[in-house]
């Protein structure tokens, strides 16, 4: 591999990053499986796009017979793309979400919820929870403080602290981030600016997979709304089933979006995203502006996202999730025993963290550990990822399809890699 990374350091240049020490080349997928060059299995517990699993033949013959018959734009009559319309609006009936805009990526969706919004509310201004990752576009990338020193955040924008339930000392979470988004709103107007929106990754993904306590957004979400702004929720990561609860992550929370944005596994891995919004958000943007977007919406990506729509529901892929990520969280719950590092285990559905600290009575996060945790499961074949401000959080969200025995794989290799990061601490 090492003439191969510098090869690809010469071509694609440095902005480029690889996962893990030794990075992995793989040439195949298949299922949660993905397959290197001399055909050693990893099981990928890490891509929430290919959520049906790797090259599912369901989509993979929907891609194929589509491009075949006709690939095109939306600036034709096509039955595929209202049909995909049709389900997505159906996920979602006790909304008043009224249509579906395709985008090519979840930045591209947060980008055009943004743009929507300002024209809907005359405002600029945007409040995000303080490690949140919306995307990559200039409009966006200010919004996303995950991304570090390397963007400056726009001078429009507020964040409010995520809700640390682990972290959060018996304080009601709920009035905590109420408050922090009406002093958000406030300090925006102070500085004459009119908030357009609050954009919320409703499962909290980068800010270290904070699903709890269910229902805390609203008091937030009210605030919005009374200040003239819209609801946002970006569903890239926690949305199509992931949480085993609903199709989409705001359900959990009792909440109802303006806006709601698509994208990652939308398509299992072909690259569709886009966004469900009220009539009343629309109506402005739609009388002033035009919007096409030469692939977004195009006939082989609506038809890989309708196969994926018809999969999750005939596979029961929502209910699948609910009682694997169980099976997950509670055998990784049972090593917290005999691993002092692990910290706190939380999560909805198939989206598991584990939170790893270097001391329980601080909650001290523990960020060598985590790499050292994540480097090692990957040399036992199980690929996964850390986040949070701490970078000191496993991310664990496997395809929808991983099995029982599979999800004990990811504990007992879990169960081996902290035994040996144990024993290699450094004194
Ligand atoms: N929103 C969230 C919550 C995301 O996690 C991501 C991607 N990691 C995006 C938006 C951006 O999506 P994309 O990479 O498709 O542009």
Redesign the pocket.
């Known amino acids: 591999t090492g003439a191969m990374i510098e090869r690809r350091d010469a071509l694609l240049g440095p902005a480029y990053r690889l996962m893990y020490e030794h990075p992995l080349h793989i040439v195949r997928g298949e299922g949660v499986w993905l397959i290197d060059p001399q055909g050693r299995r990893y099981l990928d517990v890490y891509n929430n796009v290919t959520s049906l699993g790797h090259c599912h033949p369901a989509v993979t013959e929907a891609i194929c017979t589509q491009v075949r018959t006709l690939a095109t734009n939306t600036r034709y009559l096509h039955d595929t793309i209202l049909e995909l319309a049709e389900r997505l609006l159906a996920s979602v009936p006790e909304t008043r979400l009224a249509h579906l805009m395709l985008t090519c990526?979840?930045?591209?969706a947060?980008d055009l919820a943004y743009r929507i919004a300002k024209v809907r509310t005359g405002g600029t201004g945007v409040i995000v929870t303080d490690t949140a990752?919306?995307?990559?576009t200039d409009a966006v990338s200010k919004f996303s403080p995950s991304l570090g020193t390397t963007v400056d955040l726009g001078a429009h924008v507020r964040l409010v602290p995520a809700p640390r339930l682990y972290h959060a000392a018996g304080e009601d979470l709920g009035e905590r981030f109420t408050r922090d988004v009406e002093a958000a709103i406030a300090d925006l107007r102070r500085h004459g600016i009119q908030p357009a929106a609050l954009i919320v990754?409703t499962l909290f993904?980068?800010d270290g997979i904070l699903p709890e306590p269910a229902g805390f957004m609203r008091g937030a979400v009210d605030a919005i709304k009374r200040a003239g702004g819209l609801f946002i929720a970006?569903e890239?990561?926690p949305g199509f089933g992931r949480t085993g609860e609903h199709m989409w992550g705001f359900q959990r929370h009792g909440v109802m979006p303006d806006i709601v944005?698509l994208?990652?596994p939308m398509g299992n891995g072909q690259p569709i995203?886009g966004l469900l919004a009220t009539a009343d958000a629309l109506e402005e943007f739609g009388r002033h502006s035009r919007y096409f977007n030469t692939f977004a919406g195009n006939t082989v990506s609506c038809a890989a996202a309708l196969a994926v729509l018809k999969t999750i529901e005939q596979e029961g892929l929502v209910p699948h999730a609910a009682r694997i990520g169980d099976v997950l969280r509670d055998g990784i719950a049972d090593l917290a025993s005999r691993h002092e590092g692990i910290g706190d285990v939380r999560g909805a559905g198939l989206f598991v963290g584990v939170e790893l600290v270097s001391d329980r009575g601080t909650r001290t996060p523990d960020r060598w550990l985590t790499s050292q945790v994540v480097n090692r499961m990957r040399d036992k074949g199980v690929l996964l990822s850390a986040c949070a401000m701490g970078h000191n959080v496993l991310k664990i969200r496997p395809p929808l399809v991983l099995t029982a025995d599979q999800a004990g794989m990811v504990i007992e290799a879990l169960d081996a890699a902290l035994t040996e990061a144990r024993s290699a601490m450094p004194a």
């Open positions: 990526t979840g930045s591209e947060n990752y919306h995307g990559i990754d993904t980068s970006d890239v990561q944005t994208g990652k995203a």
